[in-house]
């Protein structure tokens, strides 16, 4: 949920994960305004699509389609704008999740497991490293994400993590066959306590 601007705090509750349709998702970073826009665009892209042809894309038409708007902001991203955003789904024909990252030139690549971006991505990925599970329950893959976050909160400045003071909690979607679900706030947080008690010293 936060944003910078150089060294200093633009937000602290942006919002950084984005449902593009009924089954698919869009987790931004870079440039925060083009990749809202972006996120907005790819949905009304998909909307569009279904109304036409009559059907929705396929989740690979749908992570092409934002490969191309990535493509199309080159020249913003060369001035420093870069959007370089995650897209995940589940995808309906073969019954999976699926997850793509991008890099700023349009070029797509899809992950097997799992992947992060953004300034703490290093982290996130390390921590799921170890976590991963690949037939995670609902609980697992929620606690997983957490204590994600939180590793990288802990290592890199840029990463909001859980912000206690203020109540502000991460935003947590899952995708399935049943649709997208927005994790709510209590159950982030009870999450977010047992991945800090499980690495409590003892005594303290």
Known sequence: RLATMGYQVASRDIEKVYA???YSLMAIA?????AIEMAR??????EH??????EPLELEGKANTLASLIKQNLPAAMQG????????????????????????TGGRYEELEFDSVGSGSIFAKESLKKSFQTAAGREDAIRMAIQALTDAADEDRGTGGVDLERGIYPRVKLVSDG???DV???????VHQGVLASRRRPGA
């Open 49 to 54: 699509h279904e109304k036409i042809e009559g």
């Open 179 to 181: 649709g997208i679900e």
């Open 81 to 104: 704008l870069a959007v370089v955003p995650l897209f995940a789904g589940y995808d309906r024909r073969r019954r999976t999740g699926r997850v793509w990252k991008y890099e700023i």
């Open 41 to 46: 665009l790819l949905g009304i892209q998909f």
């Open 184 to 190: 709510g706030d209590e159950e982030i947080a009870q």
């Open 20 to 22: 593009t349709d009924q």
């Open 30 to 34: 870079g440039a925060a305004g083009p």
